[in-house]
């Protein structure tokens, strides 16, 4: 079956170290994004890819880091340097260039820095 | 002014009621909108896209409204299970740009 996958589900780091969320995808889509949702609020864009090795920052996007080597692909890195990262994290992927394409969610991922 | 705005609510409604939800953008050149369904430590689902000439699946009927620039979700006969939050969504640019914009979402309680 064709989705988009988070791992892990449930993720506990320590302040000051860095952290890898991962996504995966097999919808052949172009377009790959980063959300992050905090409790009571709506989705802030952090980063996006619209293609295989190129991305965008979104809204939010300090303290994070993204690659997009390869299509199926979009990794995220929350660093030390991101001053509040506890948040329920969501990657999305959808058509590129496609009018009213809308996203597929991936089950997301919950960090907790302690 | 944020880019896409919604009521956060909550709306408490009975069962059976007429619901409406709207949801202002203020990019006049955004050209894709869609309504999604989040429900309580899940991640969103797709409830429906918005077209120019509005379009309704079964008791929910969205609207576009260009001029003012606002979308609008009505959900008819409420059902207890249609507790949810419901974001509004929006590609600020070209279709081609990408950058789907978020509302904070309207949360809807259904009582019985």
């Known amino acids: 079956d064709g989705g988009i996958t988070q791992s892990p589900k449930y993720l506990f780091r320590k302040e000051g170290q860095n952290v890898t969320l991962s996504c995966e995808q097999n919808?052949?889509?172009?377009?790959m994004y980063w959300y992050r949702q905090d409790p009571g609020q709506g989705l802030r864009l952090i980063y996006y890819?619209?293609?295989?090795?190129?991305?965008q920052k979104g809204d939010i996007a300090e303290g994070y880091s993204v690659s997009r080597e390869k299509k199926e692909s979009f990794p995220l890195t929350v660093t030390s340097a991101q001053k509040n990262p506890t948040a329920f994290y969501l990657c999305?992927?959808?058509?590129?260039?496609?009018?009213?394409?809308?996203?597929?969610f991936g089950n997301g991922t919950r960090l907790t820095v302690t | 002014r944020k880019e896409v705005e919604q009521d956060p609510g909550p709306f408490n409604v009975p069962e059976g009621a007429t619901v409406a939800f709207n949801c202002t953008y203020s990019?006049?050149?955004?050209?894709?909108f869609f309504w999604y369904r989040q429900d309580c430590r899940k991640e969103p689902k797709l409830l429906m896209s918005?077209?120019?000439s509005g379009n309704e699946d079964g008791r929910f009927t969205a609207q576009l409204n260009r001029a003012s620039q606002y979308i609008s979700l009505l959900i008819r006969d409420s059902k207890l299970s249609d507790s949810a939050t419901y974001l509004c969504?929006?590609?600020?640019?070209?279709?081609?740009?990408?950058?789907?914009?978020f509302g904070q979402g309207t949360t809807l309680q259904v009582k019985p």
């Open positions: 999305a992927s959808g058509d590129r260039g496609v009018g009213n394409s809308p996203l597929h």
């Open positions: 919808l052949n889509h172009d377009a």
């Open positions: 890819s619209q293609i295989v090795n190129d991305f």
């Open positions: 990019n006049s050149a955004s050209q894709s």
């Open positions: 918005v077209y120019s």
């Open positions: 969504v929006v590609n600020t640019g070209s279709s081609n740009t990408g950058k789907l914009i």
